[in-house]
């Protein structure tokens, strides 16, 4: 898909401050990196006539302060440090160039499949994505920080989900610092600023937290007596969201695993007595809110009863077949960026099936806050 012509204009401007100092990509991504390093692939794609990636607005003002000098300084110059036509010339670039990225982001809020990528394409700050903890008992021997061989992703539950975000959510943001966490792991720092949260409640104890915190979610993850190894979903009025199981007819009772086995491969769910079962269908909860703990970054929760609903969850925003119908829907239901969905998320073969959101029984259950205010 072509770019629009206000990306491409800021693009072209962008090189045009470059050229006319006959700097290089290089020169340029030196010189912006006395704090944050940019890499020189992302000048590029910032110059880009093609594709063009959409520059945060700080690194505009970076790119007026370089600029605002008659020659290539050392190093990004302070706006204190500037003379009185330096400042002048820089407040009149700051201004041009922040104009010319609002022009582009407000194309991209009137044509919403435009590019299909904003629900996780950040404006600035850090990126936490907080991934669940697996039960120890049900971990890799290379978990273990004695072995020789060990591997730190092995103590991680929703890997699946865990690979998938991160690589979109690098590939959306390559200026902006993306980390992941375990629970146990998240500090203050983490915290402060843009969260992404996988998994339920009963591996990922921070959710369970948050979801405490963020009392204007009508939609809760809880246990049930019936369920051993996930967690269901219930709204404010009172209705439950559940998988759906099948009976599977070609194994015989007396195959069942012990009860002891069950437990230890979490399987328990995948039997009803001693009659196997298949599941055919998860639940899915995708949820964007302001961050409880710094009201200027977001929060987004990704959950499931299980980890195919996880996958569910994040796959309906990254995967490329449904993610532009979904980013559609989701920024002309709710323009204000803020909603809270349960979605339906068929099984087949054992695989997780994207959820679109454009069919309406993918939508078992919709909020929006600003919906309450009126």
């Not at 979109?168 to 500090?187: D, F």
């Not at 437990?263 to 079962?277: M, S």
């Not at 009863?305 to 925003?317: F, K, M, N």
């Amino acid at each position: 898909m072509a770019p629009s012509p206000e990306a491409v204009r800021l693009a072209r401007r962008l090189r045009e401050l470059r050229e006319s100092q006959r700097l290089t990509q290089k020169d340029v991504s030196r010189a912006l990196s006395a704090d944050t390093r940019v890499a020189v692939a992302t000048i590029s794609s910032w110059e880009s006539q093609s594709n063009p990636k959409l520059p945060p607005e700080e690194r505009l003002r970076s790119y007026a302060l370089l600029f605002a000098t008659p020659s290539m300084p050392e190093r990004l110059p302070r706006e204190q440090d500037l003379s009185g036509s330096e400042r002048e010339t820089f407040t009149k670039l700051h201004r041009e160039l922040v104009t010319l990225r609002d022009d582009v982001r407000h194309q991209q809020a009137d044509s919403p499949s435009g590019n299909g990528s904003y629900t996780f394409d950040f404006e600035s700050g850090r990126i936490t994505i907080i991934c669940p903890e697996a039960p120890k008992d049900g971990r890799s021997p290379l978990a273990d920080e004695n072995n020789p061989n060990h591997t730190r992703l092995y103590k991680y539950a929703d890997l699946d989900a865990l690979i998938e975000m991160w690589g979109h959510v690098r590939a959306s943001n390559p200026e902006l610092r993306v980390r992941h966490r375990l629970p146990s792991e998240v500090s203050a720092d983490h915290l402060s600023g843009h969260l992404v949260v996988l998994g339920g409640t009963a591996w990922n104890q921070l959710t369970g937290r948050l979801l405490r915190v963020l009392n204007e979610l009508p939609i809760k993850q809880l246990s049930v007596d019936d369920l051993a190894d996930g967690e269901i979903f219930r709204s404010r009025d009172g209705r439950e969201y559940r998988p759906v199981w099948e009976e599977l007819k070609d194994v015989k009772p007396d195959e069942a695993p012990s009860k002891a086995k069950l437990e230890e491969i979490q399987a328990q769910d995948a039997w009803d007595g001693r009659t196997p079962r298949e599941l055919i269908e998860d639940v899915a909860l995708l949820a964007r809110l302001r961050n409880p703990f710094n009201r200027s970054r977001t929060i987004t929760i990704c959950s499931g009863v299980y980890s195919r609903g996880v996958l569910g969850a994040v796959r309906a925003l990254t995967d490329d077949a449904v993610r532009e119908r979904n980013e559609a829907y989701l920024a002309s239901r709710f323009p204000s960026g803020t909603f809270g969905l349960l979605l339906r998320v068929p099984v087949v073969n054992g695989e997780a099936v994207t959820p679109d959101m454009e069919i309406s029984e993918n939508r078992f259950y919709e909020w929006s806050p600003d919906e309450e205010d009126e």
